[in-house]
């Protein structure tokens, strides 16, 4: 019951994203219609990802004690 309301979240929030960054969804906007929206979306929902399974706060704290990597 929750895993289909997570799918809808995720789609939600997706089409959100692409309204508030896209007059045209996405497709052939930049300069030259060469510029896509699908890498800044991917970035947006792995950054969310890290973030709810806890592999950022891990990253960032292995980060403080080994300054080094």
Same mark, same amino acid.
């Given at each position: 019951?929750?895993?289909?309301?997570?799918?809808?979240?995720?789609? #939600? *929030?997706?089409?959100?994203?692409?309204?508030? #960054? =896209? =007059?045209?969804? $996405?497709?052939?906007?930049?300069? #030259?219609?060469?510029? *896509?929206?699908?890498?800044?979306?991917?970035?947006?929902?792995?950054?969310?990802?890290?973030?709810? *399974? $806890?592999?950022?706060?891990?990253?960032?704290?292995?980060?403080?004690? #080994?300054?080094?990597?």
């Amino acid at each position: 019951m929750y895993w289909q309301q997570g799918w809808e979240a995720l789609n #939600n *929030t997706v089409q959100a994203f692409i309204h508030q #960054n =896209s =007059s045209r969804r $996405g497709k052939n906007s930049g300069e #030259n219609g060469d510029k *896509t929206l699908i890498f800044l979306l991917v970035r947006y929902i792995l950054h969310d990802l890290l973030w709810k *399974t $806890g592999e950022a706060d891990k990253f960032f704290r292995d980060l403080e004690n #080994n300054p080094q990597l």
